[in-house]
C-alpha cells in the first residue's frame, strides 16, 4: 500500500457549515453585547472562546482538553475564530461565576447551596429567540431536576448515596430555558417555589409566556401549586399518595377500562381540594382551591390490599386545573413530559454534563449553562440542516450528526484574497 501526504485536510470539514451558520445568526455580536467586556489587547474574544468551546461538541469530544489534545491542529486555519487553549476557555469562564447563594429551610438546620447565574440564563433566552423561539404564549414548560454524579470538592451527597449536584432544569420542546445548580443535599422539592419565581421571572424579562406547566411530584406543594396558578393557563403536577388523597380516591366510582399494551389500567376522576390539613395548620383555609385529579391505577402483582380504597391497585394521580380535556387527554398530555429524560440523558453523555471541569459548584453552573447553550445550538441546526442534506433528519443525536456530516475532509485555500474551503468528496448540502 502507497501512502500520498497531503498536508491542511481538515477531517472534520462539516464543522465550517456549522460556524458559518453562527455567523450568519450573529452570535458573535450576541455574545460581545451580553458577556463582560473583554480588552481589545487579548488574544481571544468571546466569540473565539465560545466557538472553539462548542466545537469539541460539534466534533465528537467529551471534555475540554479536548480543544488542544485532538482539535487544535485541524481547527487553527479556520477563518471564522482562533483556537485558544483549555486553560484559557477555562480561565475566562471562572471569571463569569458569581458566589454560590446559601438558604436554609424553615424547619431544617441543613445549608443549601446554590449557583445561580442570572447573566447566563439571560444570555441563553436571548440567543433561543435568535433560534426562533417565538414570545407566543402557548409554550409548554416542563420542570425537573437530574442528578450529576461527581466527586468535585465541594459536592454532597445525594439521595440516591453518592456526591454531586441536583441541578434544576426548565425545558421548552427540545430547548433548555433555565438551568440552576444545586449541591446534593438540595432534594428537588426543597426550595423550588424560589427556583420556580426565579425561572418564570426571567421568562417573562424576555417576553416568554407560558400555556401549560409540568412537573413531577416534588412540585406537589401548596405554596408551588398556588404559584404556578398566578403564572399559567394550565398545569399538570403528579400528585403525592396521602391519606386524605386514598380515601378521596375510593369515592371514585366512575372507572373507564384502557389497554395499554398487555396491561389494563383503569382511569377516573373526581374534584379534589388539596393541602387542607396543611392549610389548616397555617390558618389559611381561606386559601383552598378545588382542582381536577385524574388517577390511574393499575393491579398490583402481590394482590396486596389497600387499606383506604379497599382494593389491590397501584395508584397514580394527576393534579390539573384543566376541566376541559377527557381523562386520557390529561394522562397522555402529562406522560409527554417523559421526553425530559430523554434531554437529561443527551445533555449528559451528548453535551458534557458527565464531564464537570471544575471544583467549584457555582463554577461548573457556568459550565453547565454554556452547554446547554451548545445543545439548544444543536437543535436549531440538526432541524435545519435536515431540511438542506438528504443524510440528515431533525431527531439524530450529536453523533450520528457527526459521522454524516461533520466528518468530511475538507481544506482551506485562499485564493484572489478570498477563502474558499475545498471539499472532498460529495455533499449534497444546499449552500
Same mark, same amino acid.
Given at each position: ?25 450573529? &452570535?458573535?455580536?450576541? &455574545? ?5 467586556? #473583554? ?24 471534555? #475540554? ?7 487544535? !491542529? ?20 471562572? !471569571? ?75 425545558? #421548552?420542546?427540545?430547548?433548555?430555558? @433555565?438551568?440552576?445548580? =444545586? ?64 380515601? =378521596? ?26 393541602? #387542607?390539613?396543611?392549610?389548616? =395548620? ?8 378545588? @382542582? ?48 425530559? !429524560? ?90
Amino acid at each position: 500500500m502507497k501512502i500520498i501526504k497531503s498536508q491542511r485536510i481538515n477531517p472534520f470539514g462539516g464543522l465550517n457549515f456549522v460556524i458559518n451558520e453562527f455567523e450568519q445568526l450573529g &452570535l458573535g455580536t450576541l &455574545l460581545e453585547n451580553n458577556l463582560p467586556h #473583554i480588552v481589545q489587547q487579548a488574544s481571544y474574544s468571546w466569540k473565539d472562546l465560545l466557538y472553539s468551546f462548542w466545537s469539541i461538541y460539534f466534533c465528537g469530544g467529551d471534555c #475540554i482538553e479536548d480543544i488542544s489534545l485532538n482539535l487544535k !491542529e485541524h481547527l487553527r486555519d479556520n477563518p471564522f475564530f482562533r483556537v485558544p487553549s483549555p486553560d484559557r476557555i477555562l480561565d475566562r469562564f471562572k !471569571e463569569l461565576s458569581q458566589t454560590k447563594d446559601l438558604f436554609t429551610l424553615p424547619r431544617g438546620t441543613s445549608l443549601h447551596q446554590f449557583g445561580l447565574n442570572f447573566t447566563l440564563n439571560e444570555l441563553n433566552l436571548r440567543l433561543l429567540k435568535k433560534l426562533n423561539l417565538t414570545t407566543t404564549n402557548d409554550h409548554i414548560l416542563d420542570y425537573d431536576n437530574t442528578i450529576l454524579y461527581t466527586n468535585k470538592k465541594d459536592s454532597i451527597r445525594t439521595y440516591k448515596k453518592g456526591s454531586g449536584y441536583c441541578p434544576g432544569v426548565g425545558i #421548552i420542546k427540545n430547548n433548555i430555558v @433555565y438551568v440552576e445548580n =444545586r449541591n446534593g443535599n438540595s432534594a428537588a422539592k426543597d426550595l423550588q417555589l424560589e427556583t420556580l419565581t426565579r425561572m418564570f421571572y426571567e421568562l417573562e424579562n424576555q417576553g416568554i409566556q407560558i400555556d401549560a406547566f409540568r412537573a413531577d411530584a416534588a412540585s406537589y406543594q401548596v405554596n408551588v401549586v398556588d404559584f404556578i396558578s398566578t403564572k399559567v393557563n394550565r398545569f399538570f403536577i403528579r400528585a403525592c399518595m396521602s391519606d386524605a388523597l386514598a380515601k =378521596r380516591i375510593s369515592e371514585i366510582t366512575n372507572w373507564s377500562e384502557q389497554r395499554v399494551g398487555s396491561e389494563t389500567i383503569f382511569r377516573g376522576e373526581i374534584k379534589f381540594t388539596p393541602f #387542607i390539613r396543611s392549610l389548616k =395548620r397555617k390558618k389559611q383555609l381561606h386559601k383552598t382551591k378545588e @382542582y381536577r385529579l385524574v388517577v390511574s391505577k393499575i393491579e398490583r402483582n402481590d394482590k396486596q390490599v389497600n387499606l383506604f380504597t379497599k382494593d389491590a391497585y397501584l395508584y397514580s394521580a394527576i393534579l390539573t386545573n384543566d376541566f376541559s380535556m377527557s381523562i386520557n387527554e390529561v394522562v397522555d398530555f402529562y406522560n409527554q413530559r417523559g421526553a425530559i !429524560e430523554k434531554e437529561f440523558d443527551i445533555l449528559k453523555n451528548d453535551f458534557g454534563w458527565n464531564n464537570l471541569p471544575f471544583s467549584k459548584l457555582e463554577q461548573n453552573t457556568v459550565f453547565l449553562l454554556f452547554t446547554a447553550m451548545c445543545r439548544n445550538l444543536y437543535q436549531y441546526i440538526i432541524e435545519r440542516f435536515s431540511k438542506r442534506f438528504k443524510g440528515l433528519k431533525a431527531n439524530y443525536r450529536i453523533k450520528k450528526f457527526i459521522f454524516r456530516f461533520i466528518s468530511i475532509p475538507a481544506k482551506w485555500i485562499k485564493t484572489a484574497r478570498q477563502y474558499k474551503l475545498r471539499v472532498y468528496g460529495i455533499i449534497h448540502f444546499k449552500t
